[in-house]
């Protein structure tokens, strides 16, 4: 067993911390790198902690509520980041020493960890290891972590795609949106997708196989754009952003649909939410709106791995990822996030040697 | 057989037509009560219809939706009504004569019919016989008709509700919530009930067997309200009313939690409805949404029935109605239901002889 030597070296460790709680969009100014050490070892007397040296951080919309003060008694899905502490979320990386029977040295693992070189994770149970080595590690950051779990769970277990359904994705080429279009393709859906970008909707069209696509940017009526790809409206609209498009989709939905709410990105960096209008479509036509969060679908996540690795290999799933390189350009691809700068799953490459 | 007699009797039909298509609340001058006249036998020629004699006509706020003028293309639970022709809703009535081989004169039945003294049925499948004639036949317009179905579906379908659970009902005094705040205490739950008098909030506690209830026209804090009554949140919210309420209800739902939507009274007199901006939360509290309407669960009618006559007659239903005498007082009764004049289930009763 590892951890405790007296003699373990000691290493740089950057970290990415909150330098002030944030109002509105977030900024690169609110937080910074700062440069610490570490010692390269569990520490002494601790029985179950695991050193992590990262390789991939995953930029996620989700990150951006932790990175807010919420008063007292607000329901949030995590807590909120601490000022002049390292942010925190899912990432891929290396063990480095563990004394946790599960882990050993050298063993590849996801989970959530810091945004820095290394991470002592003293709760390992967030950590799972990575059995398809011979895939692109990053892909554990995306189509075969988190977001991929979220849009196994989400649209199968909770929007229970029948073959001929009609499937609206939001945020279509995103971390989220290119696996929920292609697994609705996969599961025999016709599928359209919405993005903030020409060079997105092309993706979406000759890249993951959507039927249709459009740019909600140069759309001036949503709902007609959903009217246009969609004549027949929507059996499952797997949302991502919320306020303005979830309104629009509302209106089109069809007799027994389901409204899978994934995220509401567009709605994260403002001091009061959208109002949402057109929520009483639901009654005549008797639509279910259910809100999920991977949190309860973690025990799955066996079965997901082998089902979608096999996605993969067999070319049914294809990845996009906008990959910077180095910790000091996390910072910038976070807050890019919320302008849509990124195209396919944002992440963070560290030096992997 | 009857039916298509040369010489059958004429009769007065007073019948209450409407004038004006409605923007924004109703008044009593939408409608008009008319008086026409009709042969008391079904026309020579059909060969299944029945014509019925209105005993009691069921004012419900569904009907607000069909008095409106609707674009083309807008979803909507039924057709607009046409100026100068009788409103059409559920109601209970005698058999005068039938060519339909299920009905026979005598007969008494709830259904869809016109608000008029008698009606011609020529769609005998929206008729149901009355089995239990025993009990009061106006309870076949509220806890035993559509308004029973609907609570008995929405509420044991839509919100699975478990021993235990904390549910919260609005417009909870009404036709529907008060046979849904009964359900739920049958069911084992801890109900509590919002109403828009004290009248009604001492009814619920008093009459119905809620556990506590609230008058949501004196609350500052529709939030602190529900706070204060359930400290612990809510598992199942039966939403009756939409907007505020709603707003209010879905900052407290529970992990897992059921929000199910029977109706938006508070909407349906607003030319733009009340934009709901607290719909993030049912992301990482995992909450569902759902609309139903009675529509699709009529084929569980007799099984309701016999369950809710059932408690009714063991005491654990009981009913509030709030019935008024003549068709003139049609009219009132039904643009009462909009600022809730009615106390209990609003009806109207004609003449039985």
């Known amino acids: 067993m590892a951890g405790g030597g007296e003699d373990a070296a000691a290493a740089r460790n950057k970290m990415v911390v909150l330098k002030r709680h944030v109002t509105g969009f977030p900024t690169e100014e609110d937080v910074e790198v700062v440069v610490g050490t570490v010692r390269l070892q569990v520490p002494a007397g601790s029985t179950s902690a695991v050193l992590v040296k990262n390789l991939y951080l995953s930029c996620d919309p989700w990150m951006r509520g932790r990175m807010s003060k919420h008063d007292e008694g607000v329901t949030v899905p995590a807590p909120d980041f601490v000022v002049g502490q390292t942010l925190v979320n ?12 599960e882990f050993k040295a050298g063993d590849l693992v996801w989970g959530m960890s810091g945004w ?56 279509a080429s995103g971390a989220v949106g290119q696996v929920a279009g292609q697994l609705a393709k996969i599961a025999g859906c016709y599928v359209v997708g919405s993005a903030g970008s020409d060079e997105k909707v092309d993706l979406l069209k000759t890249k993951f196989g959507f039927d249709d696509a ?47 709410v994934c995220g509401m990105i567009s709605q994260y960096n403002l ?34 791995e082998e089902q979608m690795s096999g996605y993969i290999k067999e070319g049914k799933v294809v990845v996009v990822e906008d990959v910077v390189e180095g910790i000091e350009s996390a910072p910038a691809a976070l807050v890019g996030l919320f302008s849509g700068r990124n195209v396919g799953k944002q992440l963070v490459a560290l030096p992997r040697g």
Do not use: W
């Open 271 to 304: 001091e009061e939410p959208d109002g949402v209008r057109n929520l009483f479509c639901i009654i005549p036509k008797a639509v279910r709106v259910e809100g999920f969060n991977v949190g309860g679908y973690l025990q799955m996540y066996s079965r997901f």
């Open 116 to 171: 820095e070189e290394y991470t002592l994770v003293s709760q390992p149970e967030s950590l799972f290891k990575i059995n398809h080595t011979e895939l692109p590690l990053s892909y554990y950051t995306g189509v075969l972590g988190m977001p991929g779990l979220t849009v196994y769970a989400g649209f199968m277990e909770v929007g229970r795609p029948k073959r001929g359904d009609f499937v609206f994705v939001s945020a």
């Open 214 to 260: 459009f740019n909600y940017k140069s759309e001036v009526d949503l709902a007609a754009a959903l009217k246009r790809c969609l004549p027949d409206g929507i059996d499952i609209y797997f949302d991502n952003v919320g306020g303005a498009t979830l309104d629009a989709a509302l209106l089109h939905m069809r007799h027994g649909g389901r409204v899978v």
């Open 90 to 101: 899912f990432g891929v990386g290396k063990v480095i020493d563990s004394t946790h029977p």
